[in-house]
């Protein structure tokens, strides 16, 4: 699950003082983490200070602090690193890294690529300015604010008669099938998006919509909503464009399915466990192979 720890807590501005907790530092370049392998696994780089004096930076955000040490994102502008290190994707680490700096270089890796691109105005052209009391940048000429994006997107299970609808999309991986996902379009309720998703996608309509999760999914900047659904008519069919199948599956003929770090995978495994109350036939987590 890939969100802020609760340990976490968010601040604009830096220490003014170097703190007496030395910092840890969330370096990214191309959209990977620096990291290097330690005693007890990965480690990120600690100092008080920028901890590679000679290694040029782009831009750095202070984060706030993480069990009371300080967090910086940081934007190299090479990304070649220091001996021992190595830059790794955030999809990569997931396991490899505990839950919580992982969410912490989540929240990292979208402010670094928002504020790369929202270093000049939207409207008038001119430079931005970092503001002080929240999280944005405005235009010193016509006082436009630019907020970090987030795009929206929901993603419903839909069942049917002991039966999961699963579906492939042709950048998945080899046998991988997942769960139906889409933006939410400018205007749209969350619920309209599923209905018009859904029906776009495999061409059938969906009933008793009920919320599931959310989660953050920083490739670049999204927030994945999960519904349930039960299936309320239509005839299957993949629109051959976003989605390349479609199919039902039961519990017993799962195919690959999509990262055990995705919103995908958790609504997935919650319909194969068990639950009080509700007959199922599956023994458990992990039923499926995943890819991703
Ligand atoms: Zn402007």
Same mark, same amino acid.
């Given at each position: 699950m890939l969100m802020l720890p609760d340990d976490f807590h968010p601040a604009i501005l830096p220490p003014t003082a170097i703190a007496e907790s030395p910092a840890w530092w969330f370096i990214l370049a191309n959209g990977q983490l620096l990291v290097r392998p330690g005693d007890e696994g990965l480690e990120l780089p600690l100092a008080s200070i920028w901890p590679f004096a000679k290694w040029p930076t782009a831009r750095r955000l202070y984060l706030g602090t993480l069990w009371g040490?300080?967090?910086?994102?940081?934007?190299?502008?090479?990304?070649?690193?220091?001996?021992g290190w190595t830059f790794e994707s955030l999809r990569g680490l997931w396991t490899r890294m505990d839950e919580e700096r992982l969410g912490v270089a989540g929240q990292a890796l979208q402010l670094i690529e928002w504020d790369r691109n929202h270093q000049f105005c939207g409207q008038c052209g001119t430079a931005t300015q970092p503001r002080a009391d929240e999280r944005a940048r405005r235009c010193p000429a016509c006082e436009l604010i630019a907020y970090p994006r987030l795009s929206p997107v929901v993603m419903v299970r839909v069942v049917h008669a002991g039966r999961i609808l699963l579906a492939r999309a042709p950048r998945f991986a080899a046998g991988v099938y997942s769960v139906l996902a @889409? !933006?939410?379009?400018? @205007?749209?309720?969350?619920?309209?998006?599923?209905?018009?998703?859904?029906?776009e996608e495999v061409g059938i309509q969906v009933q008793n919509l009920r919320y599931f999760a959310s989660q953050s999914w920083p490739f670049p900047h999204s927030l994945m909503m999960a519904f349930t659904a039960d299936y309320a008519g239509g005839q299957l069919q993949a629109?051959?464009?976003?989605?390349?199948d479609a199919r039902w599956f039961t519990p017993d003929e799962m195919p690959g399915l999509p990262s055990p770090m995705s919103m995908a995978w958790r609504l997935i495994q919650d319909y194969l466990?068990?639950?009080?109350?509700?007959?199922?036939?599956?023994?458990?987590?992990?039923? @499926?192979? !995943?890819?991703?």
């Open positions: 040490q300080p967090c910086y994102a940081v934007e190299t502008a090479t990304g070649e690193p220091p001996p @889409g !933006f939410v379009e400018a @205007g749209e309720t969350l619920e309209q998006a599923i209905h018009r998703e859904v029906a629109d051959g464009q976003e989605i390349v466990t068990p639950h009080d109350g509700r007959s199922s036939r599956a023994e458990g987590e992990g039923r @499926g192979s !995943f890819a991703s």
